[in-house]
T-cell receptor, first 111, second 113 residues
């Protein structure tokens, strides 16, 4: 049973526009949520995180929103740049470093 | 900055062969882990360690062994490779208990024929 779900396998966005990537989870005991970015033939790279006690975290062009009542988080990238083209993974843990990953969303930024 | 180093990058094995995937980190992280990535399934935790001499199973541990004799190294062993173990394997590390993100290596792509 997939506890962390990314229902959009792919997303295409024009350069300069906002990219919104979504993630849903089923276990309300998750304590910490992260987004990772992955290029081909490389390992995942940490992008941004949010604790369950917060509803928003911002870092430059990247903002993560957490809606605990809906068990939903989203990653906003604005403005989108060609270098943002990658696979994005949502992940969650119970505060014990054991990550549960979603299946990923491939983001393509169209110049 | 070496970070997390995995070797080899690619490997092809025959069914029944054994091999060890190497992972080393130079950040003095207590926590290390192994994940496998399969198409359409994201990354799944195989084994993890919270320090030298301490290991435990993750979500998909069958067919794999690990040991942690030093803080720096966390090898993953396949004792008798099976085609179902064809995957990309990632090693990761972080500090314990600090909500610090995990740092990943660049992976080992393993094919079992």
């Amino acid at each position: 049973d997939q506890q962390v779900k990314q229902n959009s396998p792919s997303l295409s966005v024009q350069e300069g526009r906002i990219s919104i990537l979504n993630c849903d989870y089923t276990n309300s005991m998750f304590d910490y949520f992260l987004w990772y970015k992955k290029y081909p033939a490389e390992g995942p790279t940490f992008l941004i995180s949010i604790s369950s006690i917060k509803d928003k975290n911002e870092d430059g062009r990247f903002t993560v929103f957490l809606n605990k009542s809906a068990k939903h988080l989203s990653l906003h990238i604005v403005p989108s740049q060609p270098g943002d083209s990658a696979v994005y993974f949502c992940a969650a843990d119970f505060g014990n470093e054991k990550l549960t990953f979603g299946t990923g969303t491939r983001l393509t930024i169209i110049p | 900055n070496a970070g997390v180093t995995q070797t080899p990058k690619f490997q092809v094995l025959k069914t029944g062969q054994s091999m060890t995937l190497q992972c080393a980190q130079d950040m003095n992280h207590e926590y290390m882990s192994w994940y496998r990535q399969d198409p359409g399934m994201g990354l799944r935790l195989i084994h993890y360690s919270v320090g030298a001499g301490i290991t435990d199973q993750g979500e998909v541990p069958n067919g794999y062994n690990v040991s942690r004799s030093t803080t720096e190294d966390f090898p993953l062993r396949l004792l008798s490779a099976a085609p179902s173990q064809t995957s990309v394997y990632f090693c990761a590390s972080t500090n314990l208990g600090s909500n610090q993100p995990q740092h990943f290596g660049d992976g080992t792509r393993l094919s079992i024929l």
